[in-house]
T-cell receptor, first 113, second 115 residues
Framework: AQSVAQPEDQVNVAEGNPLTVKCTYSVSGNPYLFWYVQYPNRGLQFLLKYITGDNLVKGSYGFEAEFNKSQTSFHLKKPSALVSDSALYFCAVRDPNDYKLSFGAGTTVTVRA | GAGVSQSPSNKVTEKGKDVELRCDPISGHTALYWYRQSLGQGLEFLIYFQGNSAPDKSGLPSDRFSAERTGGSVSTLTIQRTQQEDSAVYLC?????????????FGPGTRLTVL
């Protein structure tokens, strides 16, 4: 079985400061990991993914994430947050032998001006 | 269209009525998924279609839920005899094939409210 944990319900940062959203996962094989963002009354938008290769992956809107196999983590980061980054962020994992995504509970990010 | 589209965007119904939710995937995407997003349960997988293969219905919460996909494109999720606990946002996603590295693209969702 696969699962994802996002330990923080909310993250609050000031604009211009670094932003980190934490994610840990559990999967039987090598994981496929994804981050999605959801703005109010919108669907999920794909940010980035890790499949294999370089542990640091770069995605849309200046976001990046680091895959750490020993810690089973895939934290999302942005060096300098913007007010427009305020949204709900979901981490998801997919077992290579499966096709459905398992999502974390989501983390609400608020960036204050 | 450029993205996954869903209709209606909002649906309010009375307990016991049937509802149909529609999803139009991205052209050329062979895989289609339905998820449900609710406050108490987060994002849950419901059903998956791949080409002409039999769908995986393992995530459907009860036999009141069914879905079909016509011609390998448009999909309809039907909920019969709706209950208040069915209130949620129903999200459809599509992907180009089912290889693990293919990200799923999501539609805007249908917000269902059962009174």
């Amino acid at each position: 079985a696969q699962s994802v944990a996002q330990p923080e319900d909310q993250v609050n940062v000031a604009e211009g400061n670094p932003l980190t959203v934490k994610c840990t996962y559990s999967v039987s094989g090598n994981p496929y990991l994804f981050w999605y963002v959801q703005y109010p009354n919108r669907g999920l938008q794909f940010l980035l993914k890790y499949i294999t290769g370089d542990n640091l992956v770069k995605g849309s809107y200046g976001f990046e994430a680091e895959f750490n196999k020993s810690q089973t983590s895939f934290h999302l980061k942005k060096p300098s947050a913007l007010v427009s980054d305020s949204a709900l962020y979901f981490c998801a994992v997919r077992d290579p032998n499966d096709y459905k995504l398992s999502f974390g509970a989501g983390t609400t990010v608020t960036v204050r001006a | 269209g450029a993205g996954v589209s869903q209709s209606p965007s909002n649906k309010v119904t009375e307990k016991g009525k049937d509802v149909e939710l529609r999803c139009d995937p991205i052209s050329g995407h062979t895989a289609l998924y339905w998820y449900r997003q609710s406050l108490g349960q987060g994002l849950e997988f419901l059903i998956y279609f791949q080409g002409n293969s039999a769908p995986d219905k393992s995530g459907l919460p009860s036999d009141r839920f069914s879905a079909e996909r016509t011609g390998g494109s448009v999909s309809t999720l039907t909920i019969q005899r709706t209950q208040q606990e069915d209130s949620a946002v129903y999200l459809c996603a599509s992907s180009f094939g089912t290889s693990g590295w293919n990200e799923q693209f999501f539609g805007p969702g249908t917000r269902l409210t059962v009174l």
